[in-house]
Protein backbone atom coordinates (compact mmCIF):
# COMPACT_ATOMS: atom_id res chain seq x y z
CA UNK A 1 0.00 0.00 0.00
CA UNK A 2 1.02 3.19 -1.03
CA UNK A 3 2.12 5.50 2.18
CA UNK A 4 3.48 8.82 0.56
CA UNK A 5 2.38 11.90 2.34
CA UNK A 6 1.77 15.28 0.85
CA UNK A 7 4.09 18.00 2.43
CA UNK A 8 3.34 21.18 0.36
CA UNK A 9 1.02 21.36 -2.55
CA UNK A 10 3.50 19.48 -5.20
CA UNK A 11 6.11 18.15 -2.42
CA UNK A 12 5.98 14.12 -1.19
CA UNK A 13 7.53 12.26 1.65
CA UNK A 14 7.88 9.03 -0.03
CA UNK A 15 10.21 7.67 2.27
CA UNK A 16 9.77 4.15 4.85
CA UNK A 17 11.32 3.17 7.99
CA UNK A 18 12.94 0.72 9.41
CA UNK A 19 12.49 -0.80 12.39
CA UNK A 20 14.30 -4.53 12.05
CA UNK A 21 17.58 -3.69 11.59
CA UNK A 22 19.73 -3.88 14.85
CA UNK A 23 23.05 -2.19 13.68
CA UNK A 24 23.47 1.19 11.50
CA UNK A 25 26.39 1.05 9.24
CA UNK A 26 26.42 -2.49 11.02
CA UNK A 27 28.08 -0.43 13.55
CA UNK A 28 25.67 1.10 16.05
CA UNK A 29 22.69 0.17 17.88
CA UNK A 30 19.55 1.18 16.33
CA UNK A 31 16.61 0.45 18.97
CA UNK A 32 14.11 3.08 18.17
CA UNK A 33 14.46 1.71 14.27
CA UNK A 34 15.65 4.38 11.42
CA UNK A 35 13.98 6.57 8.49
CA UNK A 36 14.75 6.90 5.15
CA UNK A 37 13.57 9.61 3.80
CA UNK A 38 13.22 10.94 -0.38
CA UNK A 39 11.08 13.40 -1.63
CA UNK A 40 9.58 13.76 -5.09
CA UNK A 41 8.46 17.75 -6.15
CA UNK A 42 5.51 17.37 -8.63
CA UNK A 43 5.89 20.14 -10.68
CA UNK A 44 5.66 20.86 -14.42
CA UNK A 45 9.14 18.72 -14.27
CA UNK A 46 9.23 15.81 -11.70
CA UNK A 47 12.26 15.80 -9.36
CA UNK A 48 13.15 12.91 -7.24
CA UNK A 49 15.58 13.78 -4.27
CA UNK A 50 17.50 10.70 -3.06
CA UNK A 51 16.83 6.91 -2.79
CA UNK A 52 16.61 4.87 -0.21
CA UNK A 53 17.98 1.68 1.45
CA UNK A 54 16.94 -1.65 0.37
CA UNK A 55 15.52 -2.70 3.40
CA UNK A 56 12.85 -0.33 2.31
CA UNK A 57 13.20 -0.37 -1.08
CA UNK A 58 9.26 -1.85 -2.04
CA UNK A 59 7.71 0.49 -0.15
CA UNK A 60 9.78 3.60 -1.43
CA UNK A 61 9.28 1.97 -5.05
CA UNK A 62 5.57 2.05 -4.61
CA UNK A 63 5.53 5.67 -2.78
CA UNK A 64 7.27 6.86 -6.15
CA UNK A 65 4.70 5.06 -8.13
CA UNK A 66 1.95 6.19 -6.67
CA UNK A 67 2.73 9.89 -6.80
CA UNK A 68 4.04 9.98 -10.09
CA UNK A 69 0.57 7.99 -11.49
CA UNK A 70 1.94 7.70 -14.72
CA UNK A 71 3.63 10.60 -15.22
CA UNK A 72 7.92 10.22 -15.96
CA UNK A 73 10.94 10.95 -13.74
CA UNK A 74 12.23 14.12 -15.00
CA UNK A 75 15.50 14.35 -12.66
CA UNK A 76 16.84 12.63 -9.76
CA UNK A 77 18.72 14.30 -7.31
CA UNK A 78 21.40 12.73 -5.29
CA UNK A 79 22.42 14.44 -2.22
CA UNK A 80 24.06 12.09 -0.68
CA UNK A 81 25.92 8.63 -2.33
CA UNK A 82 26.00 6.57 1.11
CA UNK A 83 23.98 3.16 -0.06
CA UNK A 84 21.45 3.76 2.86
CA UNK A 85 20.27 6.25 0.00
CA UNK A 86 21.42 5.38 -2.38
CA UNK A 87 21.10 1.85 -2.68
CA UNK A 88 17.44 1.82 -4.58
CA UNK A 89 19.37 3.96 -7.74
CA UNK A 90 19.41 1.14 -10.05
CA UNK A 91 16.27 0.31 -9.37
CA UNK A 92 14.60 3.67 -10.32
CA UNK A 93 16.80 4.07 -13.35
CA UNK A 94 15.57 0.64 -14.31
CA UNK A 95 12.43 2.32 -14.31
CA UNK A 96 12.52 5.76 -15.47
CA UNK A 97 15.76 5.80 -17.60
CA UNK A 98 15.21 8.76 -19.33
CA UNK A 99 15.59 10.80 -15.71
CA UNK A 100 18.45 12.74 -15.30
CA UNK A 101 20.78 12.34 -12.53
CA UNK A 102 22.28 15.65 -10.66
CA UNK A 103 24.68 15.45 -8.60
CA UNK A 104 28.32 17.11 -7.44
CA UNK A 105 31.56 16.06 -9.67
CA UNK A 106 32.40 13.87 -6.90
CA UNK A 107 29.27 11.70 -6.51
CA UNK A 108 28.88 11.13 -10.24
CA UNK A 109 32.43 9.35 -9.98
CA UNK A 110 31.47 7.43 -7.18
CA UNK A 111 27.95 6.30 -8.32
CA UNK A 112 30.14 4.86 -11.10
CA UNK A 113 32.25 3.28 -8.10
CA UNK A 114 28.86 1.17 -6.40
CA UNK A 115 27.52 0.84 -9.52
CA UNK A 116 27.96 -0.34 -13.29
CA UNK A 117 25.26 2.16 -15.29
CA UNK A 118 24.53 1.83 -18.55
CA UNK A 119 26.08 4.27 -21.27
CA UNK A 120 23.03 6.10 -21.61
CA UNK A 121 22.42 6.83 -18.34
CA UNK A 122 22.16 10.88 -18.10
CA UNK A 123 24.82 11.73 -15.06
CA UNK A 124 25.34 15.56 -14.98
CA UNK A 125 27.36 17.06 -12.21
CA UNK A 126 25.63 20.53 -10.36
CA UNK A 127 28.32 22.98 -8.64
CA UNK A 128 27.64 25.73 -5.81
CA UNK A 129 25.04 28.04 -6.97
CA UNK A 130 23.71 26.39 -9.58
CA UNK A 131 19.93 25.93 -10.14
CA UNK A 132 17.03 23.71 -11.16
CA UNK A 133 13.79 25.08 -12.74
CA UNK A 134 11.28 22.88 -12.51
CA UNK A 135 8.30 25.29 -13.25
CA UNK A 136 6.77 26.86 -10.19
CA UNK A 137 10.37 26.12 -7.68
CA UNK A 138 13.72 26.78 -8.31
CA UNK A 139 16.44 24.60 -6.52
CA UNK A 140 19.61 25.72 -5.87
CA UNK A 141 22.47 23.62 -4.81
CA UNK A 142 25.01 24.29 -2.30
CA UNK A 143 28.30 22.14 -1.19
CA UNK A 144 28.30 20.06 1.87
CA UNK A 145 31.69 18.32 1.73
CA UNK A 146 32.19 16.07 4.91
CA UNK A 147 28.70 16.51 5.91
CA UNK A 148 28.77 13.50 6.14
CA UNK A 149 31.05 12.31 2.78
CA UNK A 150 32.77 14.43 0.44
CA UNK A 151 30.43 14.65 -1.97
CA UNK A 152 27.41 16.05 -0.47
CA UNK A 153 25.15 18.46 -1.76
CA UNK A 154 22.13 20.05 -0.12
CA UNK A 155 19.42 22.31 -2.30
CA UNK A 156 17.08 24.80 -1.42
CA UNK A 157 13.89 25.40 -2.83
CA UNK A 158 13.77 29.26 -3.36
CA UNK A 159 10.02 29.05 -3.58
CA UNK A 160 8.64 26.99 -0.79
CA UNK A 161 11.47 27.95 1.36
CA UNK A 162 12.83 24.51 2.08
CA UNK A 163 16.30 22.73 2.55
CA UNK A 164 16.72 19.44 1.62
CA UNK A 165 19.35 18.74 4.30
CA UNK A 166 21.44 15.83 3.04
CA UNK A 167 22.36 13.88 6.17
CA UNK A 168 22.62 17.43 8.15
CA UNK A 169 19.59 17.82 10.88
CA UNK A 170 18.79 13.87 10.85
CA UNK A 171 18.69 11.42 13.76
CA UNK A 172 18.26 7.46 14.34
CA UNK A 173 14.60 6.76 15.04
CA UNK A 174 11.71 5.42 12.74
CA UNK A 175 8.94 7.78 11.92
CA UNK A 176 5.38 6.66 13.39
CA UNK A 177 2.92 8.88 11.56
CA UNK A 178 3.64 12.06 12.97
CA UNK A 179 6.29 13.65 9.74
CA UNK A 180 6.88 16.65 12.05
CA UNK A 181 9.15 17.17 14.50
CA UNK A 182 6.75 19.69 15.79
CA UNK A 183 4.56 16.87 16.00
CA UNK A 184 6.46 14.56 18.26
CA UNK A 185 8.37 15.56 21.34
CA UNK A 186 11.43 16.01 20.21
CA UNK A 187 13.56 16.96 23.65
CA UNK A 188 12.24 14.05 25.61
CA UNK A 189 12.06 11.27 22.96
CA UNK A 190 14.51 12.31 19.78
CA UNK A 191 17.23 14.47 21.44
CA UNK A 192 19.08 11.53 22.51
CA UNK A 193 19.01 9.72 19.40
CA UNK A 194 19.56 12.71 17.39
CA UNK A 195 22.32 13.81 19.33
CA UNK A 196 23.66 10.23 18.93
CA UNK A 197 23.33 10.18 15.41
CA UNK A 198 25.25 13.36 14.88
CA UNK A 199 27.85 12.50 17.08
CA UNK A 200 28.77 9.45 15.72
CA UNK A 201 28.28 9.73 12.18
CA UNK A 202 29.09 13.53 11.48
CA UNK A 203 30.76 14.97 14.44
CA UNK A 204 34.51 14.44 13.32
CA UNK A 205 33.63 17.05 10.90
CA UNK A 206 32.58 20.46 13.20
CA UNK A 207 34.69 22.73 10.86
CA UNK A 208 32.59 21.64 7.82
CA UNK A 209 29.05 21.63 9.72
CA UNK A 210 29.83 25.05 10.77
CA UNK A 211 30.18 25.89 6.99
CA UNK A 212 27.20 24.59 6.18
CA UNK A 213 25.41 26.51 9.12
CA UNK A 214 26.70 29.67 7.92
CA UNK A 215 25.55 29.27 4.16
CA UNK A 216 22.17 28.47 5.73
CA UNK A 217 22.34 31.29 7.68
CA UNK A 218 21.79 33.11 4.69
CA UNK A 219 18.71 31.52 3.38
CA UNK A 220 15.20 32.18 4.79
CA UNK A 221 14.86 28.38 5.51
CA UNK A 222 11.28 27.68 6.51
CA UNK A 223 11.49 23.86 6.26
CA UNK A 224 14.44 21.37 6.88
CA UNK A 225 13.71 18.17 4.91
CA UNK A 226 16.97 15.92 6.07
CA UNK A 227 17.37 12.29 4.85
CA UNK A 228 16.73 10.93 8.48
CA UNK A 229 14.41 11.49 10.61
CA UNK A 230 11.21 14.19 11.44
CA UNK A 231 10.88 16.99 9.13
CA UNK A 232 11.72 20.57 10.57
CA UNK A 233 8.43 23.02 9.92
CA UNK A 234 8.65 24.83 13.64
CA UNK A 235 10.92 26.05 15.99
CA UNK A 236 13.81 25.46 13.59
CA UNK A 237 16.37 27.57 15.79
CA UNK A 238 16.18 24.50 18.15
CA UNK A 239 17.93 22.21 16.12
CA UNK A 240 20.17 24.93 14.70
CA UNK A 241 21.43 25.32 18.21
CA UNK A 242 21.91 22.39 19.16
CA UNK A 243 23.94 21.61 15.62
CA UNK A 244 25.64 24.94 16.37
CA UNK A 245 26.93 23.51 19.85
CA UNK A 246 27.77 20.16 18.72
CA UNK A 247 29.89 21.39 15.92
CA UNK A 248 31.32 23.63 18.21
CA UNK A 249 31.84 20.71 20.93
CA UNK A 250 30.36 22.67 23.23
CA UNK A 251 28.90 20.54 26.42
CA UNK A 252 25.17 20.90 26.21
CA UNK A 253 25.72 20.49 29.91
CA UNK A 254 28.86 22.12 30.93
CA UNK A 255 28.32 21.60 34.61
CA UNK A 256 27.30 18.22 34.12
CA UNK A 257 29.16 14.93 35.02
CA UNK A 258 29.31 11.56 33.81
CA UNK A 259 31.73 8.44 34.58
CA UNK A 260 32.86 6.23 32.39
CA UNK A 261 33.88 3.08 34.14
CA UNK A 262 35.59 -0.39 33.40
CA UNK A 263 35.56 -2.77 35.98
CA UNK A 264 36.45 -6.88 35.35
CA UNK A 265 35.62 -8.10 39.54
CA UNK A 266 33.04 -5.19 40.58
CA UNK A 267 36.66 -3.27 42.79
CA UNK A 268 37.04 -0.06 40.33
CA UNK A 269 33.43 0.15 39.61
CA UNK A 270 32.50 0.32 43.25
CA UNK A 271 34.79 3.06 43.71
CA UNK A 272 32.89 4.68 40.54
CA UNK A 273 30.00 4.42 43.02
CA UNK A 274 31.44 6.08 45.75
CA UNK A 275 32.69 8.87 43.89
CA UNK A 276 29.43 9.13 42.52
CA UNK A 277 28.13 9.33 45.74
CA UNK A 278 30.16 12.26 46.93
CA UNK A 279 30.01 13.84 44.06
CA UNK A 280 26.31 13.91 44.53
CA UNK A 281 26.50 14.68 48.49
CA UNK A 282 28.42 18.23 47.16
CA UNK A 283 25.32 18.70 44.88
CA UNK A 284 25.59 17.52 41.71
CA UNK A 285 22.79 16.61 40.31
CA UNK A 286 21.79 14.37 37.18
CA UNK A 287 25.14 11.89 37.41
CA UNK A 288 25.38 9.56 34.57
CA UNK A 289 27.28 6.78 35.31
CA UNK A 290 28.07 3.70 32.23
CA UNK A 291 30.07 0.70 32.70
CA UNK A 292 32.17 0.62 29.42
CA UNK A 293 31.99 -2.69 29.02
CA UNK A 294 28.20 -2.98 28.85
CA UNK A 295 27.51 0.29 26.96
CA UNK A 296 28.28 0.48 23.15
CA UNK A 297 30.47 3.36 22.21
CA UNK A 298 28.18 5.37 19.99
CA UNK A 299 26.20 5.72 23.06
CA UNK A 300 29.32 6.84 25.23
CA UNK A 301 30.90 9.58 23.02
CA UNK A 302 27.58 10.89 22.54
CA UNK A 303 27.61 11.50 26.60
CA UNK A 304 31.05 12.41 26.03
CA UNK A 305 29.80 15.54 23.20
CA UNK A 306 27.22 16.03 25.58
CA UNK A 307 28.49 16.68 29.31
CA UNK A 308 31.32 19.13 29.81
CA UNK A 309 33.17 16.85 33.00
CA UNK A 310 33.80 13.47 32.63
CA UNK A 311 35.75 10.77 35.05
CA UNK A 312 37.32 8.01 33.82
CA UNK A 313 37.69 4.62 35.88
CA UNK A 314 39.71 1.63 34.29
CA UNK A 315 42.01 -1.10 35.25
CA UNK A 316 45.55 -1.98 34.03
CA UNK A 317 44.64 -4.69 31.53
CA UNK A 318 47.98 -6.61 29.96
CA UNK A 319 50.46 -4.31 30.89
CA UNK A 320 48.00 -1.22 29.36
CA UNK A 321 44.50 0.26 29.45
CA UNK A 322 41.51 -2.09 29.60
CA UNK A 323 40.67 -2.23 26.15
CA UNK A 324 37.07 -1.32 26.35
CA UNK A 325 38.10 1.98 27.89
CA UNK A 326 40.95 2.38 25.04
CA UNK A 327 38.68 1.99 22.52
CA UNK A 328 36.26 4.29 23.44
CA UNK A 329 38.50 6.99 24.28
CA UNK A 330 40.48 6.23 20.54
CA UNK A 331 36.88 6.93 19.56
CA UNK A 332 36.70 10.18 20.91
CA UNK A 333 40.15 10.92 19.75
CA UNK A 334 38.79 10.35 16.19
CA UNK A 335 35.93 12.76 16.68
CA UNK A 336 37.90 15.83 17.55
CA UNK A 337 36.04 16.16 20.90
CA UNK A 338 37.61 18.97 23.03
CA UNK A 339 37.36 21.45 26.09
CA UNK A 340 36.22 18.84 28.13
CA UNK A 341 37.33 18.06 31.55
CA UNK A 342 38.78 14.63 32.55
CA UNK A 343 39.66 13.01 35.81
CA UNK A 344 41.02 9.70 36.04
CA UNK A 345 41.04 6.53 38.64
CA UNK A 346 43.18 3.64 37.72
CA UNK A 347 43.23 0.25 38.97
CA UNK A 348 46.49 -2.37 38.81
CA UNK A 349 47.12 -5.11 41.38
CA UNK A 350 50.43 -5.23 40.89
CA UNK A 351 52.04 -2.18 38.30
CA UNK A 352 49.24 0.40 37.40
CA UNK A 353 49.61 1.47 34.04
CA UNK A 354 46.40 2.74 33.44
CA UNK A 355 46.70 5.99 34.11
CA UNK A 356 49.30 6.81 32.02
CA UNK A 357 47.49 5.10 29.27
CA UNK A 358 44.51 7.56 29.58
CA UNK A 359 46.36 10.28 29.93
CA UNK A 360 48.21 10.09 27.18
CA UNK A 361 45.43 9.80 24.68
CA UNK A 362 43.36 12.38 25.90
CA UNK A 363 47.04 14.39 25.65
CA UNK A 364 46.66 13.31 21.95
CA UNK A 365 43.48 14.90 21.11
CA UNK A 366 42.60 18.36 20.77
CA UNK A 367 43.17 20.48 23.62
CA UNK A 368 41.07 18.96 27.04
CA UNK A 369 41.71 19.18 30.49
CA UNK A 370 42.96 16.72 32.90
CA UNK A 371 41.73 17.47 36.36
CA UNK A 372 44.51 15.67 38.60
CA UNK A 373 45.39 14.37 41.03
CA UNK A 374 44.45 10.81 39.77
CA UNK A 375 43.42 8.30 42.10
CA UNK A 376 45.32 4.75 41.93
CA UNK A 377 43.95 1.69 43.19
CA UNK A 378 45.12 -1.33 44.24
CA UNK A 379 42.96 -4.26 43.50
CA UNK A 380 40.71 -2.46 45.65
CA UNK A 381 39.78 0.77 47.05
CA UNK A 382 40.49 1.40 50.67
CA UNK A 383 38.71 3.54 53.01
CA UNK A 384 41.70 5.68 53.63
CA UNK A 385 41.44 6.79 49.95
CA UNK A 386 38.38 8.27 50.51
CA UNK A 387 40.11 11.45 51.04
CA UNK A 388 41.73 10.96 47.77
CA UNK A 389 38.19 10.67 46.17
CA UNK A 390 37.13 13.16 48.01
CA UNK A 391 39.80 15.40 46.28
CA UNK A 392 39.14 14.29 43.00
CA UNK A 393 35.57 15.67 43.23
CA UNK A 394 36.44 19.18 45.12
CA UNK A 395 39.36 19.59 42.15
CA UNK A 396 36.62 18.34 39.54
CA UNK A 397 33.70 21.16 40.93
CA UNK A 398 36.61 24.02 41.34
FE1 LIG B 1 22.45 8.72 5.93
FE2 LIG B 1 25.78 9.45 5.36
O1 LIG B 1 24.13 8.58 5.08
Redesign the pocket.
Known sequence: MNTARKIKSDLWYIGASDRRLALFENMMPIPHGVS?NSYLLMDDKTVLMDTVDNAVAPQFLENLTAVLAGRSLDYLVIH?V?P??LASLQEVMLRYPQAVILCSMQASRLIRQFFEMPESCQIQAVKEGETLETGHHTLTFYAAPMV??PE?LVSYDTVDKILFS??AF?TFGALSGNLYADEVNFDREWLDDARRYYTN?VGKYGVQVQNLLKKAATLDIQMICP??GPIWREDLGYFIQKYDLWSRYEPEDKEGIVLIYGSMYGHTESAAHVLAGILADKGVRNIKMYDVSATHVSYLLSETFRCGRIVLLAPTYNNGLYPPMENYLLDVQAHFVQDRTFAIVENGSWSPIAAKAMQEIIQNMKPNNIEGPVVTLKSAMKQEQLQELERLAENLLN
Open positions: YHEDHHWVADGILH
